[in-house]
């Protein structure tokens, strides 16, 4: 039966030492604390706001680069384009023009062998022309020093005038 | 693993009878279980530590009593050992008031003087606050001397960061609603209070061991804070539904619905009065019953004292095991069960 009536000692001292223990915790202990956690807490939030909006700038931030990047490379393909099919067409003027040029050069050097070649003919047919005089006029002095081979020499050639004025 | 606790219970079979034998044989009397658990759980003025071999070893706590024939007093508990008088002051061993101071007036009608004193309970309570307030303030301190932004809780402070979180957003907020900052305070001492004193509890030896949230005066004086927590605080609303609730007429006329929520005023404080003690008494009555096993089977051989006792020794580990989870389960009742009260006694105006 004791167990269940309270003594007032005990009452007494309870009262006491809880309010005490209240008093000195509700005071300095436990609002000192919460104050502290609570303050931790809103800056905890703070920060994870705070990442959530960086991250979301990141993002924002990737996919311009991320455009830039695929416009740059858009660029550079064209102008690579470009450059190469302005190279290509440079060849080929170059070439064109060389080819023009050597046509032109081996024409004229045709011409030039040519004329070359025709003068060269000439003054070997000239040549030849003298040389032949030569010859003949030596070979005619020494035949005609034979009178007989002179007389009969002669002979033909009257024979052969008189032919032609036979003819006509 | 299986074989080594049959091993150590069957060593402890042949082992512990003979000691036990010899420290509780012939001059020792019948064992009084009644007394061993009402001893245990009850409140006494000095501390009983241990007995060694027959000899009690207590520490004397003051007595302070103020009595109408013998005036006001304060002296140790140890003169009045052995049924001794001191300053007309004793204990007598039987009759109604066995185990409390009296005086006797002339005719020897023993009467019982206003008694204040540091009993067992008192001087436990007193030792459990002190330890409570040192915790609480030294993590405190702690928060006072770090920055709370950059540095993480360590020590006391890490230890009882969680707790105090946990209790002040799980239970104070949820239950007591936007007036939560002005309540907080008071439930984390509940809270704290009967935690630290239902561990002390536990614990077997001095200065633990004092059944404290275990008695009915301990658990009247929480209920009775809680009690002018949620009515010296409640607002207008609260009290118009206590006593002019929005029910038909008739049950207002002849005052049934304010009559039975004004006694519900008083049993909800009375439910967590009986609630913690019914609970933590129990605890330790079940844990003392156990332990009792051991000295009830002392008599009756080795083999059955020894077996027992190593089942004795197991169950006891696992209630107190038990009891460790009720400490705390009994300390976020009351307080859940207050912040409740409280937030019942602050309704939104609808």
Known sequence: ?????????????????????????????????????????????????????????????????????????????????????????????????????????????????????????????????????????????????????RDSMMEAVLQEVDNCNNKV | MRKCL?????????????????????????????????????????????????????????????????????????????????KGYFIPEEGENAGKVVEADAEGNELRPIDISITKNVFAL???????????????????????????????????????????????????????RRFSPYLLTVFFFILINNLMGIVPFFPGGANVTGNIAVTLVLALFTFAMVNLFGNKHYYKEVFWPDVPLFLKAIPIMPLIEFVGLFTKPFSLMVRLFANILAGHLMVLSIVAIVFITAKMGPVLNGSLSAVAVAFGVFIDCLEILVAFIQAYVFTTLSAVFIGMAHPKHH
Not at chain 1, 54 to 59: F, G, S
Not at chain 2, 146 to 160: I, Q, R, S
């Open chain 1, 1 to 149: 039966m004791d167990l269940i009536i309270p003594s007032s000692g005990l009452l007494f001292w309870m009262v006491l030492i809880f309010g005490i223990v209240f008093f000195i915790l509700a005071k300095f202990g436990f609002p000192v604390i919460t104050a502290m956690i609570g303050k931790r807490t809103s800056y905890i939030n703070q920060s994870l706001e705070d990442a959530r909006k960086a991250k979301e700038e990141l993002e924002g931030m990737t996919q311009t680069c991320n455009k830039m990047l695929e416009q740059t490379y858009r660029q550079q393909a064209e102008i690579l384009d470009q450059a190469q099919k302005t190279a290509n067409e440079m060849l080929e003027n170059a070439v064109q023009q060389a080819r023009k040029e050597s046509d032109m050069l081996i024409a004229s050097a045709k011409v030039e062998i040519q004329a070359q070649k025709q003068e060269a003919i000439n003054e070997v047919r000239n040549s030849i022309v003298d040389i032949a005089l030569a010859a003949s006029a030596k070979i005619l002095r020494s035949q005609l020093e034979d009178k007989n081979l």
């Open chain 2, 6 to 86: 049959l091993l150590i219970s069957l060593l402890l079979a042949f082992a512990l009878p003979p000691a036990f034998a010899s420290s509780h044989g012939e001059a020792e009397e019948e064992f009084d279980m009644a007394e061993f658990l009402f001893g245990h759980v009850g409140d006494s003025y000095d501390w009983h530590v241990t007995t060694i071999r027959g000899h009690h070893i207590s520490i004397p706590l003051p007595v302070i009593v103020f009595g109408k024939i013998n005036g006001p007093a304060v002296f140790m508990s140890n003169k009045l050992s052995h049924g001794e008088i001191y």
């Open chain 2, 126 to 180: 007193m030792v459990n606050a002190v330890l409570l307030v040192w915790l609480i303030l030294s993590c405190a301190g702690w928060y006072k001397k770090h920055d709370v932004l950059t540095e993480a809780p360590t020590g006391v402070a890490g230890l009882m960061e969680p707790v105090i979180e946990m209790i002040e957003n799980d239970v104070v907020k949820p239950n007591v609603g936007d007036e939560y």
